[in-house]
Each structure stands twice: as structure tokens, then as C-alpha cells.
């Protein structure tokens, strides 16, 4: 045990996180400082900032507010100092954050231009460790509806139901929908399966007068618009 380590209560008082926080605002607090706020104390070897940075750092050496992102629920409750409430805390805050970031993008989504959609998406599905596909329902202005998830798959392998699909697009009162599924690999090139999939799911939504805006396949960081990018399927627009 370390018995020489810092306690909150003796750093001086400009430097404490709350006192931070009420002088100069969230802004000027680290991202050790927001995480200590969250946690509020920490552990008998380490003060909260201390416990926060251990937390923020990753297998290699760094530290990011990513590595809080992509650590599960059963690697923080392994880090000394943390335990189930604590873990359950940290994960809510990090998919909050996902979600305030999502509200923003959200007023700025335009479902016909792929750029934006992807963009949209891109950070909550790129670091998904198995494949996962979701459909987002739009109206007769291209105004999303809402988005659902539809399937989730193994490392590479997500099953579509074009019958589901379709089901949620009539029951929403959707007029057209888009596709979206990631890659694990991080590589957004379609198989096979994709193109062929999104094909029969174009076709199939002629006949009831719901259009397929698209099938977007996101990698790390990468995305591929199948509608707009794939050759072999640019004759069925």
C-alpha cells in the first residue's frame, strides 16, 4: 500500500475539482477533474484525481477519455477503487455523452446526403465490437422518424429481416428508410451479402411505396454508401 499519496483535502484549494468547477466553470476542469467529480471519492491508495487517471488510461501507456469510452463495465470494476456503482456512473456518463453529441449532429442530419449520415453515426457504431444494423424511418420530407436497432450479429455476421423492417417502417408511417450496419474489421468495403441484400430490400420496398435512401456500411472511421458508391448496384436508382 502507499501511504505517501496525495488526499484531495491536501491539494490546494484552487486546484480541487469543485472548487475549479465554481470559479472558472467545466470548462477549465481536465478530463482527470470531471471524471473525480463523477466518482467523488477515491480509493484508500489513491485521491479521486488519481483514481481518474487511472481509469482514463489505456493498455499502451495512454490516457484519453476514449479508453473510459471502450473499457466494459467488468475492466472498471477491476481498477482498484471502483466498484459497481462507480462502473455503472462512468458508463451512463460516457454513453450520455454519446447521446448529447448525437442531439446536436441530429439538427444537422440531411438522411439524403450520406456525408451527414454517416457522420451522424460514425462514432457510436465505429467502435462496435460486433456487427450490429440499424434502420432509420423517415417521413415524406426525409425528417427522421426514428432510428431502431434491428439486429445484432457476431464478429462478422448481423442477420437483416427485410419482414421486420418493413413491418417498423408501416408502423411508424415511415415513406423511406436507410440502412445502416459496421464493419467490426473497421473495413467498410460490402460483401456480397451486403450488395445483395440491399438490392432485394430496394426492390421489395417498390411494392409497397417505402424507398431504401440508402445501405451505409461504417468502418473505423470510414464509411461506404452502397446506393451511391457500388457500381454493381447503381442500375436499380
Known sequence: MNFNHTKLKEIPVTE????????????ALSDAELIA????????????????????????????LMNLYDKSFKELTAVDGIGKVKAITLKCAAELSVRLNGVK??????????????????ESMRHLKTEETRVVFA??????????????????????SP?????????????????LHNHPS??????????????????????IDITLLDHIIIGDGRYISILNDITE?????
Open 37 to 64: 467529480v463523477i466518482i467523488k471519492t477515491g480509493s484508500r491508495d489513491k485521491n479521486s484525481i488519481d483514481l481518474a487517471r487511472e481509469i482514463l488510461k489505456g493498455n499502451d501507456g495512454t490516457y484519453s
Open 139 to 160: 417521413d415524406g420530407a426525409n425528417r427522421m422518424i426514428c432510428d431502431e436497432v434491428m439486429t445484432l450479429g457476431t464478429v462478422n455476421k448481423a442477420y437483416i
Open 186 to 207: 473497421g473495413d467498410p468495403t460490402p460483401s456480397k451479402e451486403d450488395i445483395l441484400i440491399t438490392g432485394k430490400i430496394k426492390e421489395a420496398g417498390k411494392l
Open 105 to 122: 449532429r441530429r439538427e444537422r442530419l440531411v438522411l439524403t446526403d450520406p456525408s451527414t449520415v454517416s457522420s451522424y453515426y460514425m
Open 163 to 179: 419482414r421486420e423492417i418493413f413491418i417498423k417502417a408501416l408502423e411508424y408511417g415511415a415513406v423511406s428508410i436507410i440502412l
Open 16 to 27: 480541487r475539482p469543485y472548487e475549479k468547477f465554481l470559479t472558472f466553470g467545466p470548462a
Open 233 to 237: 448496384v447503381r442500375h436499380w436508382q
